[in-house]
């Protein structure tokens, strides 16, 4: 009964929900009644408060749409409905035999733990019956760590994710997929992840690769006849990063290879991590079945950063090269330099560089002189007529209707996200902007930016809509 009820609220859950949320959030739980009180077992205190503070107002809901009066109570907990300590083949470190297939969908008792004890194990794995590695560094950056990396809307799934693996590496998602435009933080999330795996245990393999160098190293392993034991160093890493795997494409034996190795780790449920700059079914010229397997963990996207999200970074970048930056100057910065954090880097340490050059005081216009050429370059880019034409194309909509008076909902919903871009993406002012449409009222424009931000915060589709857009339009 408690099961059927607890279904019908997966799937409406399942229907209502972006599917990455679903499966990192609501899949992992399971259900247990005790008199009228229907309680979710969370595998860790981490996902208990964010189901506590994200879903569970919705899943009361649902349980009363579902069962009416007599609803049970909800309440949450920290465990798991099979106590006893089995299910997780790492913990049998005598038994050489392949453990079943990861699978990102089937949560054991202890995957979540976060003693450490499942990487313990991990760590011994490697050492049975296998040639420890003598050659693979582990290439990790020591000042990538999660500590320094900002969190903001923009990427906090991915961030959540990564410290999920670093808590459980090998279990709990296996392989992270971790894919978004250049310069967003994927490669430093990734290696945050293998900083923390080995903080927690000095022993264990962690190696970060790029893919290119990833073929590289095979081709040389193949001229150089030792190609085996290149298999095998790799087969024996406890945990692999491999950064930009869209340049494996085209490389046909690069990716045989890399196929065998993905299934030998996964299988001993050791970790995969992996980066791409598009969504792994997007990628052209690799295999089919590796794209799917790409996918068989979890594949969380890192969107460009929110104003707040960027004037953090600056911030905490800033701070970090014990600069004292005004905040108005980081706010300008961040105001200016939309679409990567890269830019954002490298746009402050110009200013740094200046400062320290000339001496004078870090104003807005001192500013806006050490970047005077990015600055341009960006304003370039996005203009109004621009975000005009790629809304109306995105939509399937005249370029004239981005003017006219039409009030039809297929045409003024496209044309409140343009105005709303308009405002997001450019330095233009309202009236500017109502001028470029139609030569409507400032406060129309006004109007259709908090109506975009609310509707984005309501509908899935309109956020991922924007968020599209902005990528198209800032790459
Ligand atoms: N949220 C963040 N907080 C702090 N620093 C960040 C954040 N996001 C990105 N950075 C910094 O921005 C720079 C670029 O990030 P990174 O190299 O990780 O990007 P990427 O997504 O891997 O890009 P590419 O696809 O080009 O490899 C790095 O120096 C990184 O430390």
């Not at 202890?110 to 560094?137: C, D, E, H, R, Y």
């Not at 997007?282 to 890192?302: D, N, Q, Y």
């Not at 954002?344 to 560089?353: K, M, Q, S, T, Y």
Request: with cysteine; charged share 25%.
């Amino acid at each position: 009964m408690a099961d059927n009820l607890w279904q019908a609220c997966l799937d409406a859950l399942q229907r209502e929900l972006p599917s990455q949320q679903y499966n990192m959030w609501v899949r992992p739980l399971q259900v247990q009644t005790v008199n009228n009180d229907l309680i979710l077992l969370a595998p860790n205190r981490f996902v208990l408060d964010w189901v506590r503070d994200k879903y569970a107002d919705r899943i009361n809901e649902l349980l009363i749409e579902f069962a009416g009066q007599n609803h049970p109570t909800l309440k949450m907990e920290v465990g798991s409905k099979s106590a006893a300590p089995i299910a997780n083949p790492k913990l049998e470190l005598g038994n050489k035999t392949a453990p079943a297939q990861n699978n990102h969908h089937s949560y054991s008792s202890n995957q979540f733990s976060n003693q450490g004890l499942n990487f313990a194990s991990a760590g011994n794995v490697s050492k049975i019956g296998q040639t420890p590695p003598t050659n693979l560094k582990s290439n990790l950056r020591e000042n990538y760590t999660f500590d320094n990396f900002v969190e903001g809307k923009s990427n906090q799934l991915a961030r959540a994710a990564a410290t999920q693996v670093a808590d459980n590496p090998g279990t709990a998602f296996n392989p992270l997929f971790l894919y978004g435009s250049t310069g967003l933080g994927k490669t430093h999330l990734m290696h945050a992840v293998g900083n923390e795996i080995r903080m927690r245990n000095p022993d264990a393999k962690v190696v970060y690769m790029h893919s290119e160098r990833f073929v590289q190293d095979m081709v040389k392993a193949i001229q150089t006849n030792s190609i085996e034991e290149w298999k095998r160093h790799y087969r024996s890493v406890d945990a692999l990063l491999i950064d930009d795997i869209q340049f494996f494409a085209g490389k046909e034996r690069s990716q045989e290879e890399f196929f065998h190795t993905f299934n030998a780790l996964l299988e001993g449920n050791h970790q995969v991590i992996l980066t791409s700059d598009r969504y792994p079914k997007e990628i052209e010229g690799v295999e089919e079945r590796l794209k799917s397997r790409f996918g068989w963990g979890l594949t969380i996207i890192i969107e460009p950063p929110e104003l707040e999200t960027r004037v953090a970074i600056l911030m905490k970048k800033a701070q970090e090269s014990n600069f004292d930056l005004p905040h108005e100057v980081a706010f300008f910065i961040a105001k200016r330099l939309r679409s990567n954090v890269r830019d954002l880097e490298g746009a402050l340490n110009r200013v740094i560089a200046n400062a320290n050059f000339t001496g004078k005081a870090v104003t807005i216009d001192f500013a806006k002189d050490a970047l005077r050429d990015m600055l341009a370059l960006q304003e370039k880019l996005v203009t109004i007529d621009n975000i005009q034409k790629t809304v109306a194309e995105y939509y399937k909509i005249k370029l004239a209707d981005m003017s006219s008076k039409s009030r039809s909902r297929s045409v003024a919903r496209p044309r409140q996200i343009a105005m709303a871009l308009a405002k997001e993406l450019t330095n233009h002012s309202l009236p500017e902007i109502g001028a470029a449409f139609g030569g409507r009222d400032h406060t129309t424009v006004l109007h259709a930016c908090r109506k975009v931000v609310e509707l984005r915060e309501k509908n899935h589709d309109i956020k991922e809509d924007f968020s599209n857009l902005v990528r198209t339009l800032s790459s």
